[in-house]
């Protein structure tokens, strides 16, 4: 009965390759997100997704691509990854209106090498 | 934009002492001020909140407490327990954002 749930756990890849990480959520929200935690545990947003549709996307290179095929899904393809792409990315999900509680996915420990 | 800034970055108290981890952010809009815990290599987990109709906030040992004049809010965590160790980050959002702004957060270490 898992609320939030991604795969990978872990990914470890060269530079250069493409790679997918998928998310998905079982608590009926509207509100989807991305978020990269870094090396020093900065917590960052990247996109957010109301109802499939993309609300906020954070200067993002656009090697990013999320995409949200319906509401419990939301999925996160790097194009070309580089070196600094290495972080821990958190999927979350909550209610309409961004003043309900996020809750996280297990996080997909990404290594570029 | 938002900016949260978080103090202090690490925080060593003995078993039983207060703990209080202080955050300030720059946008008078944000009106949603959640506060979360994370483990070593676990996800985020929220502990507390607090929306700007409140000053303060109290579940058990946590306590939040808020000031929107000075645009600060802070957690308080009384006897702390070995189990309370981890990294606490202080976030902030306001209505219709749809995104948490967070602090660089707090490692707290509680020495039995």
């Known amino acids: 009965d898992t609320a939030v749930s991604q795969t990978p756990k872990y990914l470890v890849t060269q530079m250069g390759n493409d790679k997918s990480i998928k998310c998905e959520q079982n608590?009926?929200?509207?509100?989807m997100y991305w978020y990269k935690q870094d090396s020093k545990k900065f917590l960052k947003i990247m996109f957010s997704y109301n109802n499939k549709e993309l609300i906020i996307n954070e200067t993002v290179p656009n090697r990013f691509s999320p995409k949200s095929p319906d509401k419990a899904h939301l999925n996160l393809h790097i194009n070309s990854l580089e070196l600094g792409d290495s972080a821990v990315y958190f999927c979350a999900s909550s209610g309409t209106g961004g003043l309900d509680t996020q809750y996280f996915g297990p996080g997909t420990r990404l290594t570029v090498l | 934009g938002e900016n949260v800034e978080q103090h202090p970055s690490t925080l060593s108290v003995q078993e039983g002492d207060s703990a209080v981890i202080k955050c300030t952010y720059s946008d008078s809009a944000s009106n949603y001020f959640p506060w979360y815990k994370q483990e070593l290599g676990k996800r985020p987990q929220l502990i507390i909140d607090?929306?700007?109709?409140?000053g303060e906030k109290k579940d058990q040992r946590i306590a939040v407490t808020l000031n929107k004049t000075a645009k600060h809010f802070s957690l308080h965590i009384t006897e702390t327990q070995p189990e309370d160790s981890a990294v606490y980050f202080c976030a902030a959002t306001y209505t219709g954002r749809r995104a948490l702004t967070f602090g660089s957060g707090t490692r707290l270490q509680v020495q039995p």
């Open positions: 608590l009926g929200h509207d509100t």
């Open positions: 607090i929306r700007s109709n409140v």
